[in-house]
T-cell receptor, first 116, second 113 residues
């Protein structure tokens, strides 16, 4: 079985500071990895995804993430955050099973709060 | 292109009642998944439907059921509601094939009193 762990439930930062949201996964098979963002009273929006190839993945709104197979991590980073980045961020994994299983396993989420 | 539409957005029920939630996927998407989101358990997979067939099911009791219609619209039903069923129920659709990216609706927030 696979699992996704987000190491920080809350991350407060000041505006224009860099931020890293940590995500570790465990799986006995290869996985696809995703980061989603959820703004208050809204659904989830995809920030970025890792399927294969380059381990550095760039997404929307200036976010990027690096896949590290040896450390089974997929940390999300942004060099300079804005107030509007305040939201909950979810890391998710899907088993690479050849297209028969599209179930996502989510981490518990990290609430990013950007303060002025 | 319109996104995933879920109705109703908010509803209040009492214990023992049943509820039906509706989801209209993005046009052309034939797969619909449902997730339950609660503060304690986070996001948990309920089930996935593709072309009117349930493909995968999460670890939920039989009180949770769903179906998909020929136009890809989906409904989920929860019978004999319990207080612990209070949650945000999210529906997501995805295009056929591809990398499995899910497109989420804004959710239906169910409160059970």
């Amino acid at each position: 079985a696979q699992s996704v762990t987000q190491l920080d439930s809350q991350v407060p930062v000041f505006e224009e500071a860099p931020v890293e949201l940590r995500c570790n996964y465990s799986s006995s098979v290869s996985v696809y990895l995703f980061w989603y963002v959820q703004y208050p009273n809204q659904g989830l929006q995809l920030l970025l995804k890792y399927l294969s190839g380059s381990t550095l993945v760039k997404g929307i709104n200036g976010f990027e993430a690096e896949f590290n197979k040896s450390q089974t991590s997929f940390h999300l980073r942004k060099p300079s955050v804005h107030i509007s980045d305040t939201a909950e961020y979810f890391c998710a994994a899907r088993v690479n099973s050849g297209g028969s299983n599209y179930k996502l396993t989510f981490g518990k989420g990290t609430l990013l709060t950007v303060n002025p | 292109k319109a996104g995933v539409t879920q109705t109703p957005r908010y509803l209040i029920k009492t214990r023992g009642q049943q509820v039906t939630l509706s989801c209209s996927p993005i046009s052309g998407h034939r797969s619909v998944s449902w997730y339950q989101q609660t503060p304690g358990q986070g996001l948990q997979f309920l089930f996935e439907y593709f072309s009117e067939t349930q493909r995968n099911k999460g670890n939920f009791p039989g009180r949770f059921s769903g179906r998909q219609f020929s136009n890809s619209r989906s409904e989920m039903n929860v019978s004999t509601l319990e207080l612990g069923d209070s949650a945000l129920y999210l529906c997501a659709s995805r295009p056929q094939g591809g990398d499995g990216e899910l497109f989420f609706g804004e959710g239906s927030r169910l409160t059970v009193l």
